[in-house]
């Protein structure tokens, strides 16, 4: 099949550029109305994408090849049904003189067989017809059929032969004694031949005909579903639902949830509230409020005289030691320990700790950091651990967590996700922990850009819910418990 783009000034134009280059069965695929954003002072250019077979595109070149310059102009000026009529007369009877069966139009009207003569609208009125489709499809699964039908009848065809020449065997008569003597091969050599050779016949076209039902099968499945989707393009989407996938497309909210949130809408609101662009997002509002789970951390919720043991786990620059020591500031007397497995040196905040009188302490290993603990528990205090892991090696953390889990009752893991970070980031460091961790807090949230990709994270790892956010760099002033209200806020700007 040959495709070519055609770019005229007018719809007419560009029609007749397509009969002219590709002939009067050509199908149009496609139309654009090129406007952009320098419309007012570009011209309107309409561009068509059109097909048309090998086959036909083969019989248009016989004609051309006897044509001149001005018969060839004079010839496609006329109707599509006239052409195509004459290019079929020239392939059936080559004998004919060509230049006489192109010389007078006839009173035919209309275009050729397929689509090209059908109203071609653009992008700016409605969405194209499908009707060539479906016709191409159509004539797809008739062939198959056809081709199938023919392979049946002609194995029906060769065991009747088979089944006729073993009765004509079985009958005794007495042929000529110069045709006995003409045979080269035994009668029994024969025929023993022909039954292998037409059992493995047999066989290979039983295999075929299997094979091509399959096919047509799968083609019809293929067709009903091409159906329903097209009638469900044709179908205009309510000003609501148009109004809301636009926006949330433009706030970085994830296609497979836009597509679950849509589908819900239309499921449970009638056709009057979805044209209603201010229910929708009441509705939509409602369904992602509930899609963002946040918990109180454990600490919170802790007896007093019950230690709990709070790890602060992230990668690079998240911004978890501060999150450490604005968590820690909440509960009076509790330990920060600054853990150095990695290598990983302390930040100087002395006047924080100073301030608020935290108990920050630093160590190298597993023994010393189970030792702070240890020691903090005892006292019924709470023990917060600040642990940056820059080491590909996810093994080690995992035993580190699992240690604190088997020494401690009440251990509990938090992500630590920077608001100024991709979301690509944030979900790598979400998947490598996802495992070990039992809630996320986010820092830098005052510098969030991107509110949506944190929504995409929350959504996606519900399991995982929202402990709290980072609103600043003072201790401890800026710091919120997680809420759901306040992650919409930013994604809407409210």
């Known amino acids: 099949m040959y495709v070519r783009k055609f770019e005229a000034d007018s719809l007419d134009e560009a029609l007749k550029n397509i009969k002219m280059e590709l002939g009067p069965d050509a199908i149009i695929l496609k139309t654009i109305t090129n406007k952009g954003l320098k419309g007012a002072f570009k ?15 083969s019989k248009k070149a016989k004609v051309d090849h006897i044509l001149d310059d001005g018969q060839k102009g004079s010839f496609y000026s006329n109707n599509s049904s006239y052409i195509s009529n004459m290019i079929d007369g020239y392939e059936s009877n080559t004998n004919e003189n060509s230049r006489a069966t192109v010389a007078s139009p006839s009173g035919a009207t209309g275009y050729g067989k397929l689509g090209l003569n059908k109203t071609v609208n653009t992008n700016e009125n409605q969405t194209a017809k499908t009707n060539d489709l479906d016709d191409f ?50 009668h029994s ?35 009903f579903e091409l159906t329903k989707n097209v009638e469900r393009l044709d179908k205009k989407e309510p000003n609501g639902i148009y109004e809301l996938r636009a926006t949330l497309r433009s706030l970085d909210i994830s296609e497979k949830y836009i597509h679950n949130l849509v589908k819900k809408a239309i499921f449970e609101m009638s056709r009057d509230e979805l044209e209603d662009s201010e229910v929708v997002f009441e509705f939509a509002l409602r369904e992602m409020l509930e899609c963002v789970n946040t918990e109180m951390p454990l600490f919170s919720s802790s007896d007093s005289e019950q230690g709990v043991v709070t790890v602060i786990l992230s990668e690079t620059s998240t911004g978890q ?29 002395e006047f924080s700790r100073k301030l608020f009188g935290l108990n920050v302490s630093e160590a190298s290993n597993i ?33 580190f967590i699992d240690g604190l889990r088997r020494s401690f009752g009440k251990v509990e ?9 991709s979301e690509i980031y944030n979900r790598k460091v979400v998947s490598r922990y996802k495992s070990l961790a039992n809630g996320i807090v986010i820092s830098n949230l005052d510098l969030c850009l991107n509110f949506g990709a944190l929504f995409n994270i929350t959504e996606e790892n519900s399991d995982l819910p929202l402990k709290f956010y980072g609103t600043g760099e003072v201790v401890p002033d800026d710091l919120e418990a997680a809420t759901a209200e306040r992650l919409l806020a930013g994604i809407f700007q409210f």
Do not use: W
Request: hydrophobic fraction near 35%; aromatic fraction near 6%.
């Open 137 to 186: 499809l159509s004539d797809a699964v008739d062939k198959v059929k056809a081709v199938t039908n023919n392979v049946v009848h002609s194995t029906k065809a060769t065991m009747d032969n088979f089944f006729a020449d073993e009765e004509l065997e079985t009958m005794s008569f007495e042929e000529p004694a110069e045709v006995k003597q003409s045979y080269e091969v035994p």
């Open 413 to 421: 893991v938090l992500v630590s996700l920077s608001a100024i970070h």
């Open 189 to 223: 050599e024969i025929r023993n031949e022909k039954i292998a050779s037409t059992s493995r016949e047999v066989n290979y076209d039983d295999s075929v005909v299997v094979e091509q039902r399959k096919k047509i099968d799968d083609l019809e499945k293929k067709l």
């Open 43 to 57: 011209k309107k250019k309409i561009e068509i994408t059109a097909a048309i077979s090998e086959k036909n595109y």
């Open 321 to 349: 030691t501060s999150m450490a020591y604005k968590i820690g500031a909440l509960k009076p007397d509790s330990t920060i320990v600054r853990s150095t497995l990695n290598g990983v040196q302390g930040e100087g905040k």
């Open 367 to 399: 023994a010393e950091t189970v030792s702070l603990c240890r020691k903090t528990i005892e006292e019924g205090k709470c023990a917060f651990i600040d642990y940056k892991n820059n080491s590909e090696d996810i093994n080690e953390t995992k035993k």
